[in-house]
């Protein structure tokens, strides 16, 4: 299908427009996904909040244009889906390293964290970081520890000299 000028703008707004919130972009060739798979896809995509878009790459470049995704456009070549983490660094890589486990036809090419070109096999880490809830969680861990620990420290002479008096009462009792 033939896209005339207008339609191409509106493509090249909407690709930078969301460029500048995501943290993180992907780059994937998607060569030989049916229908099906790609509808798939872009359902994942959906329930985790990703904007997925098969894009002609002259537009992906015009649009990824003075953006912090800026490295990437000399590096796209053949048929890509651009895939763009809304809020989480790692959501877009998680779904695209999910995906690309049962379908092998689904190969990232380019990877992208905040302006930085990453090496393709950098996926894994990108996926492997921790969301929002789990690095609150650690976050949380890491400030509560110490507290507990105090609390620990200062309950264990009480605890000592409690099992002290008891084995104390026992070993009375045993004469």
């Not at 329930?47 to 002259?58: D, K, P």
């Not at 690309?100 to 964290?113: I, T």
């Not at 400030?143 to 507990?148: F, I, R, T, V």
């Not at 620990?152 to 409690?162: D, H, I, N, S, W």
């Amino acid at each position: 299908m033939s896209l005339n000028l207008e339609q191409k703008k509106v493509i090249v707004g909407e690709i930078a427009e969301v460029t500048t919130a995501a943290p993180s972009a992907i780059a994937a060739e998607y060569i030989g996904l049916s229908i099906a798979e790609m509808t798939d896809l872009r359902q994942k995509a959906r329930e985790a909040g990703i904007y997925l878009r098969v894009v002609r790459n002259t537009l992906a470049r015009i649009a990824l244009e003075d953006t912090k995704f800026d490295c990437m456009r000399d590096e796209m070549v053949g048929p890509l889906i651009l895939a763009f983490s809304n809020e989480e660094p790692g959501s877009a890589a998680r779904v695209i390293r999910d995906f690309a486990k049962d379908n092998d036809k689904l190969v990232a090419k380019l990877v992208s964290l905040d302006g930085k070109l990453l090496e393709a096999g950098d996926l894994d880490r990108l996926a492997n970081m921790p969301t929002q809830d789990q690095a609150r969680a650690m976050l949380l861990g890491l400030l509560q520890a110490p507290a507990s620990k105090f609390v620990r420290v200062l309950a264990e002479p009480q605890g000592k000299f409690a099992r002290l008096l008891a084995a104390r009462r026992d070993e009375q009792q045993a004469a």
